[in-house]
């Protein structure tokens, strides 16, 4: 026996001419031409959303159905360290590590993967986007900040890895407790994954042990919850700084995220000036190169260990979900004089940058979520090699891992020489601005304020929310947005390969209808800031203002 619905299931599909009875899967599974007829309607449903497809920065431009097809008989599995081979052999890891020694050549650092070079790079294909590049990042920051070691153990019985904590240091009771500092444009995925890893920002921090006098960007005013941003969606950092150097001076190790590319408006930070502005308070309060000391024993065997490790008390990371593969190829064509200007350096050319993630759904459009996580060596929390250990070492957060993101990967690369991505860099920066002068074009013809932006560099342009259909056609993303205190909602577009002048021009012409701008609720309101408080007791997670919903 079975149980029955409780009320009709699922009374409609989200694709014309597909009934219920047509898709709904029950005991018979259903009939050959039924299957056939929801595949044949659902796909054409698809190739129609995608023409008029222009919210989400996910390029919708694939050839892979040709090269795919073969592999999907395959279940191709990368569990385990991509630079270990593991028993599991229907892998795709070769393929992976070519892809991560061609990022780490495009991201400036020391290839390729080597274990005894601690400055070269170390990274894996992740299986979900910039969200479990992220969420390693914080992980390995946060072990590494709070002074672990790992070090594999071993009795007659088994074999353990053990996490050993830090002795605490005697003069400094914050030595070992990272803070979080991100800004308010962050994307919410950074805030999710700081409350699975319990770890506290600043202001939580701030809220529990210093009082509004202490607050350096303006004392007797309340701590801010975030880093504050510009308008633009850059994080401020000469705010930033402030807020550093107020925790640096009280002892604590630094954790930062800098976003190159917000989710929402597109916005570079620029990562070089924050390192110029951060490094000399890294170096004041002794965070460059610090002693953790251990107690010499393992706590678990009584075995000898290594006594001490001397390590940074910062770590930068650069969430880079489209801009981090965009962006090199505009520098590249800037370097050509194809084009006026650049995002800022991000990459490993800096020292202080930790780790960098980007999404593989975004520029390179893959056919589902995927990414890149990077580090250096000599920053991953890593047991001593281990000649008996003989499956692939655990260093990634999933277990399994999509092997066919590795392929697909090597495809777009394989396909796309660099000249062809700096051609597709130049062009759609060219229909981003042209997207921008329409948009300027109509709210002038209208003679209202559209609220039309276009963040420098970005690929997407933002304005006013219109009405529900043309939201609707168009598959825009929307977010209410906090502009001097007042409560907006925007839409915004995103050009990205799949994007036609054609398609922005039919945007501008159903944007001109009379009834196009509804009045939005509440407009004008003032509304209190969007509260993140990791690890107190006042726990939110931001869903408005970063995107991608
Ligand atoms: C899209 C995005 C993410 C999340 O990436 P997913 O690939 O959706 O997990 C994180 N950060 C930024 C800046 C993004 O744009």
Known sequence: MVTQPTQP?????????????????????????????????????????????????????????????????????????????????????????????????????????????????????????????????????????????????????????????????????????????????????IVKDALVLGIQTFHSIARQKYGDAHNPLHSGRPWPSEVPSTETGQTDLAALAKLVEFFAAEGYPILICLNYGTTFKGAYDDVARACDLLAPIFERYGLVNRQVRYDETDPYSGRPVHDEDIRAGFWLHVDGALGAAHMPFMEMARAADNVSACGPVFDFRLPQVSSISMSGHKWIGAPWPCGIYMTRTKLQLRAPADPVYIGARDSTFAGSRNGLSAVVFWQYLATHSFDRQIRKAVTLAELAGYAHERLQQLQADRAEDLWVERSPLALTVRFRRPSED???????????????????????????????????????????????????????????????????EEISVPYEGRGFR
């Open 9 to 189: 299931a699922y009374s409609s599909s989200a694709v014309p001419g597909v009934a219920p009875a047509d898709f709904r899967v029950g005991a018979d599974g259903l009939p050959p031409e039924t299957i056939a007829r929801v595949h044949e309607r659902f796909l054409a449903h698809l190739s129609e959303k995608r023409a008029t497809f222009l919210g989400y920065q996910t390029d919708q431009e694939l050839e892979y159905k040709e090269v795919l097809k073969d592999y999907l008989n395959f279940h191709l599995n990368n569990v385990g360290d991509p630079f270990q081979p593991g028993n599991f052999t229907i892998n795709s890891k070769w393929l992976e590590r070519a892809v991560l020694d061609y990022y780490a050549a495009l991201w400036n650092a020391r290839w390729p993967h080597d274990d005894a070079d601690p400055e070269s790079y170390w990274g894996y294909i992740t299986s979900m986007g910039s969200t479990e590049g992220n969420m390693y990042a914080l992980w390995n920051a946060r072990d590494y900040l709070s002074g672990k070691a790992l070090h594999e153990d071993f009795d007659e019985y088994d074999q353990h890895l053990v996490y050993q904590l830090p002795r605490p240091a005697t003069n400094n009771p914050n030595a070992y407790t990272p803070v979080l500092f991100y800004s308010s444009d962050t994307h919410y995925s």
């Open 470 to 536: 043309i939201v609707r056609k168009y598959s825009l993303s929307n977010e209410r947005l906090l502009v001097s205190g007042t409560e907006r909602e925007y839409s915004h577009i995103y050009i990205m390969e799949h994007v036609t002048a054609d398609l922005i021009d039919a945007l501008v012409r159903d944007l001109g209808r009379p009834d196009a701008f509804p009045r939005q609720r509440g407009e004008g309101a003032v509304v209190p800031r969007v509260r993140a408080v990791p690890g107190s």
